[in-house]
C-alpha cells in the first residue's frame, strides 16, 4: 500500500541525461535531498536493470529513440519507479508521467528540488 508520508530515507535518482551539463545541473538540484546516479542515455536502461531506484528523471534533450528506450526497459521492471520528465522548453515545467498512479513521497521530494529549475 503506497504511503504518503515523508521518506524515511532520502529517494534514490536516477538522471538518464544526453549532456551531461544538463545531467549534472539536474543532479546538483538533487543533491541535499537525493541520493542521485547518473546514467548516459545510452547506459540508461542497463543501469535500470542493475539498481532499483525510487524516481528516475529523464534529461529535457533525450532523443525520442533514447526516452523510447528508457520507457521500455522501465515498463518491463518489477520495481516501477516515478518518472519524471522535464519539458525542454522549460513551459512545462517538470512533468510527472505515471500520473494515473498516487504520487509517491520520493517523487515529491524531487519534484520540489526541481521546481526552481524547471519554472
Known sequence: ?????QP?????????????GVGGAI????????VVSLAPAAAG?????????????LCPYL?????TAVLVELAGLDHQPCVIEIA???????????????VAPA?????AALTPLAA
Open 8 to 20: 524515511a530515507t532520502d529517494p534514490s535518482v536516477l538522471v538518464v541525461f544526453a549532456s551531461f
Open 45 to 57: 536502461p542497463e543501469q535500470l536493470r542493475r539498481t532499483a531506484h525510487d524516481v528516475v528523471v
Open 107 to 111: 517523487a515529491r521530494t524531487v519534484l
Open 88 to 102: 525542454p522548453d522549460g513551459g512545462d515545467g517538470a512533468l510527472l508521467l505515471a500520473d494515473e498512479h498516487p
Open 27 to 34: 543532479a546538483q538540484r538533487l543533491l541535499g535531498s537525493c
Open 63 to 67: 532523443t525520442e529513440e533514447e526516452r
Open 1 to 5: 500500500m503506497p504511503s504518503t508520508t
